[in-house]
């Protein structure tokens, strides 16, 4: 079955930086998208960074432009997300999560989220 793990959260302090790994397992994670989404308390779940299954097309939120950045290891099944130039703002469950696509459909998988705490 697919399953997504993430890690790499934890408290850190403003300015600072943490980098969340995602391990997959359950399906063909080269031909597949990955996204980090996070929550806020209290807010939506918001998409933060997505690659291509390939690498090659990346997206961003405009909050996390300049400061995080997405990247993917095929052959370790994983994708990270370094952070960089931490803010109270980014304190949030972080979520990874994979498009699957199968016979023309896309299936949407969750991890269990890490959670990131910005404090001083």
């Known amino acids: 079955q697919v399953q997504l793990v993430e890690s790499g959260g934890g408290l850190v302090q403003p300015g600072g930086s943490l980098r969340l790994s995602c391990v997959a397992s359950g399906f063909t994670f080269s031909n597949s998208a990955m996204i980090w989404y996070r929550q806020a308390p209290g807010k939506e779940r918001e998409l933060v960074a997505a690659m291509s299954s390939g690498g090659g097309c990346t997206n961003y939120a405009d909050s996390v432009k300049g400061r995080f950045s997405i990247s993917r290891d095929n052959a370790k099944n994983t994708v990270y997300l370094q952070m960089n130039s931490l803010e109270h703002a980014d304190t949030a469950e972080y979520y990874c999560?994979?498009?699957?696509?199968?016979?023309?459909?896309?299936?949407?998988?969750w991890g269990k989220g890490t959670l990131v705490t910005v404090s001083s």
């Open positions: 999560n994979a498009e699957i696509g199968v016979a023309g459909q896309y299936f949407y998988y």
